[in-house]
């Protein structure tokens, strides 16, 4: 499954984390000191990562993983060393190749990839995680997205999307303020009805149910996770 909207999107997100914020990326993902409003967001990613390795087995020997837009890899090595074998891909060159730098001690149980988290020949797995990859797609897409992966998923899908907020919509308007070239892409805010009742209503999540689901707001970060398992 891939889309117009979905090709259309992943090239603007490729674009953006490979030409304009690399750098900014690879320092708020790190140690070292940022802003005030950068630290709330680092916060927020990290309580988010850890909700959703919260809901993976802690014993992790013998599954295989998918980190679908892992950006630098602190989830996938963090499931490595719970002994996943992980696949992580994801469309920004630029931050594989900080991710290969900051795994270089676990080599052999993740195998980092530059491209589409959709592509099949990445193969099947015990386990999804899409960790704030799927925020700057269409709530349609992000379901399609999900369906294709259901087929090739033995067990439970882990995601995140931007919950439909009166700050997530002011902050979704100043950013199209900013010029063209300073803009991240944008986020595509859903209620989380809604993001439910596309789940349901689409014949290739049939077999998944949400088990689990939890908002995480941290100053400018804001993302919700949910957890479709096998019924």
């Given at each position: ?5 979905w090709?259309a999107?992943?090239g603007?997100?490729e674009t953006y984390f490979d030409?304009t914020?690399a750098e ?5 993902t ?7 409003i950068r630290?709330?967001?680092?916060a927020g990613?990290?309580a988010m990562?850890?909700?959703?390795l919260s809901w993976?087995?802690q014993?992790m020997?013998g599954l ?6 892992c950006?630098?890899?602190?989830l996938?090595v963090?499931a490595a060393q719970?002994?996943a074998?992980?696949?992580a ?9 900080v991710a ?6 676990l080599r052999g ?5 530059v491209g589409?988290?959709?592509d099949?020949?990445?193969?099947e797995?015990?386990h999804?995680?899409a960790?704030d990859s799927?925020?700057h ?11 294709g992966?259901?087929?090739r998923t033995?067990g439970?899908m ?6 439909r ?15 063209r070239?300073d803009?991240?892409p944008a986020?595509?805010p ?7 009742r ?5 014949a290739?999540?049939?077999d998944f149910?949400?088990?689990?689901t ?6 400018f970060y804001?993302?919700q996770?949910m957890e479709l398992?096998?019924?």
């Open positions: 499954m891939t889309t117009g909207s090709a999107r992943r603007q997100i030409r914020a900014a990326w690879k320092r708020l790190s140690d070292a000191p940022v802003s005030g630290a709330t967001v680092r990613r990290d990562r850890a909700t959703l993976l087995p014993d020997r295989r993983l998918l980190d679908a837009g950006g630098t890899g602190a996938a963090e719970r002994g074998k992980v696949v891909i994801d469309v920004s060159r630029s931050l594989i190749e290969r730098e900051r795994a270089a001690g149980t993740i195998r980092f990839e589409d988290m959709l099949p020949y990445l193969g797995f015990d999804v995680v960790m799927l925020i797609y269409r709530a349609p897409d992000v379901v399609r997205a999900l369906a992966l259901a087929g033995r439970a882990l995601f995140t999307f931007a919950p907020t009166p700050l997530l919509a002011v902050m979704h308007t100043v950013g199209r303020i900013f010029p070239g803009r991240a986020i595509e859903v209620a989380e009805a809604t993001l439910r596309l789940v349901g209503q689409d290739g999540l049939s149910a949400v088990r689990h939890r908002r995480i707001a941290s100053g804001t993302s996770a398992a096998r019924r």
